[in-house]
């Protein structure tokens, strides 16, 4: 069982930024593929991007250009690093750890953490 903890959520004004971290209880942090998902109230929950294990990344379009993901393996994190933000990206913020072993998925969730962007 792979524990996430995320930290750096809070209350920015519009055209601010935030830095979330996830930080991983595995030692095989470098396999698995990380992500970050948003679920805004009455909304579902949505991928905001994501970094794999060579480090390629991926992001949704209303985010790209904007923010930036980036994994630091010897520390077991994920960053989001979140710039120009606005309202309609107030939501609730998830970290995601994913890996395949053999024939099998693993699939990890963190509790979450509120971004609130006040215009």
């Known amino acids: 069982q792979v524990q996430l903890v995320e930290s750096g959520g809070g209350l920015v004004q519009e055209g601010g930024s935030l830095r979330l971290s996830c930080s991983a209880s595995?030692?095989?942090?470098?396999?698995?593929?990380l992500a970050w998902f948003r679920q805004a109230p009455g909304n579902e929950r949505e991928i905001v991007a994501a970094?794999?294990?060579?480090?390629?990344?991926f992001y949704a379009d209303p985010v790209k250009g904007r923010f930036t993901v980036s994994r630091d393996n010897a520390k077991n994190t994920v960053y989001l690093q979140m710039n120009s933000l606005k309202p309609e990206d107030t939501a609730v913020y998830y970290c995601?750890?994913?890996?395949?072993?053999?024939?099998?998925?693993?699939?990890?969730w963190g509790q979450g953490t509120q971004v609130t962007v006040s215009s």
């Open positions: 995601n750890a994913e890996v395949v072993a053999g024939q099998h998925q693993y699939d990890y």
């Open positions: 595995t030692r095989s942090f470098s396999l698995y593929t």
């Open positions: 970094i794999y294990t060579a480090s390629s990344t």
